[in-house]
């Protein structure tokens, strides 16, 4: 019997007869569940922040190698980065967010190159060539060997400071390269860029500033900067500069675009070099004071081995029982993501940027540290479904800076931002849930910050359309305020006069206005609440009572004529009218009663029968490879859907696809991953898998006054949750084989459950839940008399 079984059945007979939260939190499970991340699970056709194996959770410095990197970013989303399917690496990359991409380091022996070439002929460049059987890739760190120069390479990080170890052969020209003031990931164009060496103190510092497509977009006079600074641990023969293949010797520093700097050396076989480097947002200073108190004194083994310790004791937060290797690989792999993305932002004394480009300061506690910290983020389009719930049951500290972050910008720019480049707004689909977020924080009862300022910022979200800044997103919302729908406007483009995206923006903006109303009658706001929940039933007028079908809407109050519901992107944002009619998350008991229970059931039941057949999302590998289809499981719209058989008097049909979605939507390859080659979007993929592998989900995105979690199918034995509050969840299967989808009895503490769902608060106190699974529906199941 291994030691997680062994502490597994000791801790179900520990719980016999008890409390749950009598479970000793300090009892810890020593055995380390990173050994089941495998990070290159999904990276054919991946984002450019998806691989970054050298960091650590929620950090700044993520560094990972770089195939193709240096081709850029067209339209800002486009997946490039790291593919499994290149087979050379151009450098490694110490910054990945989201538009946020920095600081391209590598080495080389032979003839000095200065640019990186090209996938087709690395030979033109400085990339090397790769074998994937050199290839190791870790929570916390990354190693290969370049093959082309016979250099070992090996990454890891601490929370600002990024570590590259390059062990050379003997050479006479083996050299270090840093590329600067080059377009890298989204990180978009560079308007300038200065890199500096000192022969004295043996460091190199510089700084980028970039324009990424997103922040030329919604912030036109926006910019993300970036800073370093680094040391070597050996002293150069020769330093020189370049701007592309322009070459100058014997020279220690250059500004501009293109800017980048090399240093010269004679190496011993299997010698060492090393390149510790602190970053910052603010300066470079700051860069410097982040390298000196994180890492001045560390080593690369150190560091490689804290960042490892940190990922286990992190990812051990919740551990499963299974037999199955894929099943866990799948869930620590989600896990691992989902605590992967959305990074620092904030130097070690408290200063970040500020959107309006100047550097603001966190308030000091009374040790002298930040009271909390500051995050870049993708949009929040779709996370209510994954990362906050997880944040929310087994992170609150990190959903709650999350939430002071957006607030931090809303004081400096009088709006929240949906995604954050630095401060900079950046709304990856133009819209904004932020407020819902918000607002789904303080339900949760994480409410460390101004909560005045924060209902007045939610409220203003979802209320404030005169001169609104594009950077906020929703600029069509005048109309829906004012005439409870969006007029139609064929094409791609939102603005006050209406929207391609019509339909999808209707129900976004009804499902946000609930929240924010929640949030108004949590706190008492009587006059706020009614005028919210009066525009949460805007979805109602873009509802087609003839065909159940939502459906566009014209100016003239008509809906359009010429309607096809498998149509994507014609009112529908990445996705069509099949898949958003699901789109009522905040009242689907009352979307099952207008569409009727029976025809609502055939409808959902044959959409997923139909979609099993391509995988749930399709098979093509493309980020928007299911928008045409029935339900595409690798876009944020369709992520609720499978749980709305609960609302229903079917709710074991919740239980048999959201199991089969986790077997046969996620998988454990390069290109079968998340999906075939989707979007994970920093950890919502993961996270739903996450969360719903382990029965656990809300509709309603824990924007009730008391949010709960609706029940659905344990895939693993055993499931126990350190739950950020101090106690223990344990989650007990039985019978639990792999056909056995269906619930056939659960108790709360000991108790029959009653109810289809469990709230946030009793779980928060820590809770034993024990299911009793079959292969056949129990049809009785939580119905009363």
């Keep these: 019997m291994n030691k997680i079984t062994f502490i597994g059945l000791l ?58 990197g240096s081709y850029g970013n067209e339209q800002g989303w486009e997946a490039v980065g790291y593919d499994e399917r290149h087979q050379s690496i151009e450098g490694f990359a110490n910054l990945h967010e989201f538009q946020i991409g920095g600081f391209l380091f590598t080495a080389m022996t032979g003839e000095l190159k200065t640019t990186p070439g090209s996938l087709e002929q690395p030979d033109e460049g400085y990339r090397s060539r790769f074998d994937k059987n050199d290839e190791i890739a870790r929570p916390g760190s990354y190693q290969v060997r370049l093959k082309d120069y016979d250099i070992d390479v090996a990454l890891t990080a601490t929370e ?111 010698e060492e070099i090393v390149i510790k480097t602190g970053f910052s947002y603010t300066s470079i200073e700051n860069a410097r004071l982040n390298f000196a108190k994180e890492a001045k004194d560390l080593d690369f083994s150190t560091a490689k081995n804290r960042a490892e310790k940190i990922w286990a004791e992190e990812l051990s937060k919740i551990k499963i029982t299974d037999n199955s290797k ?53 949009s929040v389009w779709g996370a ?47 819209t904004n849930f932020v407020g819902l977020v918000i607002a789904s924080a303080y339900q949760a009862g994480i409410r460390d910050y101004d909560v005045e300022l924060a209902f007045k910022a939610a409220y203003e979200n979802e209320t404030k359309y005169l001169n609104r800044n594009e950077g906020a997103g929703k600029t069509d919302l005048g109309q829906f305020v004012n005439q409870g729908y969006i007029n139609y406007v064929p094409g791609w483009d939102t603005n006050p006069n209406g929207s391609g995206f019509s339909v999808s923006h209707a129900l976004e903006y009804s499902y946000s206005s609930y929240a924010v109303a929640q949030f108004a009658k949590a706190l008492g706001k009587d006059k706020e ?54 789109y009522v998350p905040h009242a689907p008991e009352e979307l099952v009663a207008k569409m009727g229970e029976e025809k609502f059931v055939k409808r959902l039941d044959s959409i997923f029968s139909v979609s099993e057949k391509t995988k749930f999302g399709g098979e093509e590998i493309d980020a928007f490879a299911g928008v045409k289809y029935l339900y595409n499981q690798g876009n944020q719209p369709n992520l609720h859907i499978s749980w709305l058989f609960n609302f229903t008097d079917h709710p074991w049909l919740t239980q048999k696809w959201v199991r089969k979605i986790c077997d046969e939507f996620y998988g454990t ?24 592998s382990m ?42 084989k792999p056909n056995n989808y269906y619930v056939q009895s659960v108790k709360l503490n000991g108790e029959p459950l009653k109810e289809n769902s469990v709230p946030l608060s009793t779980l928060k106190k820590g809770a034993t839940l024990e299911f009793v699974m079959g292969d056949q529906p129990n049809r009785n199941l939580f119905k009363t008399e």
């Design 326 to 378: 894929q099943n866990k690989t799948k869930f620590y792999t989600g896990l691992y993501h989902a605590l992967l993305g959305r990074g620092l932002a904030s130097d070690i004394n408290g200063a970040f940027p500020e959107n309006d480009g100047s550097i603001g300061q966190i308030p000091m506690d009374e040790n002298g540290k930040p009271k909390f910290k500051f995050y870049n983020t993708d």
């Design 384 to 430: 209510y479904w994954n990362l906050t719930q997880l944040w929310a049951l087994a992170w609150p500290e990190y959903f709650n800076d999350y939430v002071q972050s957006h607030l931090l910008v809303y004081k400096n720019s009088g709006w929240l931002g949906d995604g954050l480049a630095n401060s900079k707004f950046v709304s990856g689909v133009g």
């Design 669 to 692: 390859e390069g290109i079968h991953g998340y999906g075939y080659g989707q979007d994970e979007d920093q950890g919502q993929l993961g996270s739903w898998y996450v969360m719903s």
């Design 160 to 270: 600002r400071v990024g570590f590259q170890k390059y062990t050379f052969p003997k050479s006479d020209s083996a050299y270090l390269i840093f590329d600067i003031g080059n377009k890298l990931g989204e990180s978009g164009e560079v308007k300038d860029a200065k890199v500096w060496f000192d022969k004295a103190t043996n460091t190199i510092e510089g700084w980028v500033i970039t324009y990424p497509e997103y922040v030329k977009k919604y912030q036109p006079n926006g910019e993300v900067r970036m800073y370093f600074s680094g040391s070597v641990n050996k002293k150069p023969v020769a330093t020189g500069v370049f701007q592309s293949e322009k070459l100058i010797e014997d020279k220690n520093e250059i500004q501009g675009k293109g800017a980048g700097l090399y240093l010269k050396f004679n190496t011993e076989d299997n």
């Design 529 to 582: 609440y009614k005028e919210l929940m009066k525009l949460s039933d805007n979805w109602k007028n873009v509802y087609d009572d003839h065909i159940d079908f939502v459906r566009p809407k014209l100016a003239s109050g008509e809906f359009l004529q010429e309607f096809d519901p498998f149509e994507p992107w014609a009112g529908f944002q990445e996705g069509n009218a099949w898949q958003y009619t699901f």
């Design 11 to 68: 801790l179900i007979v520990m719980s016999c007869g008890k409390h749950p939260t009598s479970n000793n939190l300090n009892e810890k499970d020593t055995a380390d569940v990173s050994v089941y991340v495998d990070p290159n699970i999904g990276t054919a056709h991946s984002r450019w922040f998806f691989y970054t194996p050298a960091a650590v959770p929620f950090g700044m410095a993520k560094l990972g190698p770089s195939t193709n």
């Design 695 to 736: 029965g656990l989900f809300d509709v309603k995105g824990l924007t009730e006054t008391n949010p709960s979690f609706q029940i659905g199918s344990p895939m693993f034995d055993n499931i126990q949750i350190e739950n950020g509050y101090g106690h223990r969840i344990v989650i007990e299967t039985k019978n639990n």
